[in-house]
């Protein structure tokens, strides 16, 4: 991520440039092989071949590596242009050099043939921009697959980072509103007060443990929402719960604590602010899809906040953890509230 911040696309180890050059080393002689290959017969004339062909590999390796990366990738067009064609021209002398007797036998011919010779290193700038797009190609797409992937990490890091936060708001929020329910039971009814602790106990616990772990069996979650309702129902008598939990075989895996937000949203609009209230749980499971509803009693009104802290967390998890493949809506009708949640398991 640094690379490409500081403007650096290509993004190789080194063992992975040596293992590029060595590739490309590799075409450049295949390429001056396979074009030259009627033309050489002798020993000597594979000899020169093999040179020419290396200066046309260090100085195009020394393009690719260096001067794109290091002028043309930040944006200093002139130097790379002016650098470029420096190393070009002197790339088209030693290769010269190959098939001369000396530099005074190149420098001679090239004076009586110097349109010729002009000529031939234009072409010569062609031939080198071809090959050179070849082994740059490898190079960049290279560095994009890496790159990409390092992206892909490093997104999964924020993601699961940001998936823990999510799921660890969920207990100071549920704790505050335990503890003013035991505080009232505590002045009421000493005997529920301390039915009520144990159960908080339980409760806790299941928090402390589960969510730490990536998934959970779904009737953890069950027997979770279960011992949530009951605590309520402990502060308050005339609540009416009804569960009606129908999964069968299908005890699939979940993320923990992924129903508790709708439950605690159902206890705090409607039990706590309704002196009767109802709540009616139902979870239905097969092999693709798992589908829980809660509808809670609401005032009259019919006025409820879909925008707390609860909902919209649950919102980001289901974002992070089931991308495409949830859905959660939330209906009022005949003073009821529904929140619906369905899940693909495939």
């Not at 794109?68 to 002398?93: D, E």
Request: one cysteine or more; glycine letters at 4%; a positive charge.
């Amino acid at each position: 991520m640094q690379n490409l911040k500081q403007g650096n696309i290509i993004v190789l180890s080194r063992k992975e440039r040596l293992l590029h050059i060595l590739l490309f080393a590799s075409f450049v002689y295949l390429w001056w092989g396979v074009y030259s290959a009627r033309h050489v017969n002798e020993l000597f004339g594979w000899l020169q071949l093999c040179l020419y062909a290396s200066v046309y590999f260090v100085f195009l390796s020394f393009n690719i590596h260096v001067l794109i990366p290091r002028y043309l990738f930040r944006g200093k067009y002139i130097t790379y242009f002016l650098l470029s064609l420096l190393v070009n021209i002197v790339s088209y002398c030693l290769e010269q050099l190959v098939y001369s007797n000396g530099i005074g036998d190149f420098a001679d011919r090239f004076t009586k043939e110097t349109q010729l010779y002009l000529k031939d290193f234009g072409i010569n700038i062609l031939v080198n921009a071809m090959i050179g797009a070849v082994g740059l190609a490898f190079v960049l797409l290279h560095s994009l697959f890496k790159t990409q992937k390092q992206i892909s990490e490093y997104e999964n890091l924020i993601l699961k980072a940001e998936l823990e936060s999510l799921k660890n708001q969920i207990s100071p929020h549920f704790l505050f509103n335990t503890l003013n329910n035991l505080y009232v039971l505590c002045k009421k009814d000493s005997g529920k007060a301390a039915e009520s602790i144990l159960a908080l106990a339980d409760i806790t616990r299941y928090q402390l443990y589960e969510i730490q772990k990536e998934t959970v069996q779904l009737e953890q979650e069950v027997r979770y929402i279960n011992d949530l309702l009951n605590l309520e129902k402990l502060r308050k008598d005339d609540l009416i719960i009804t569960m009606a939990i129908n999964i069968g075989d299908n005890n699939c895996m979940i993320q923990p604590m992924m129903f508790t937000p709708l439950v605690e949203n159902a206890i705090k609009h409607g039990s706590q602010q309704l002196t009767q209230c109802t709540i009616v749980v139902t979870l239905n499971v097969n092999k693709t899809e798992l589908h829980f509803s809660i509808c809670n009693s609401i005032p009259a009104s019919g006025k409820y906040n879909e925008k707390g802290l609860g909902l919209h967390n649950l919102s980001r998890r289901l974002q992070i953890s089931y991308p495409h493949k949830h859905s959660l809506n939330h209906t009022v009708k005949n003073d009821m509230y529904c929140a619906d949640l369905r899940l693909e398991l495939v």
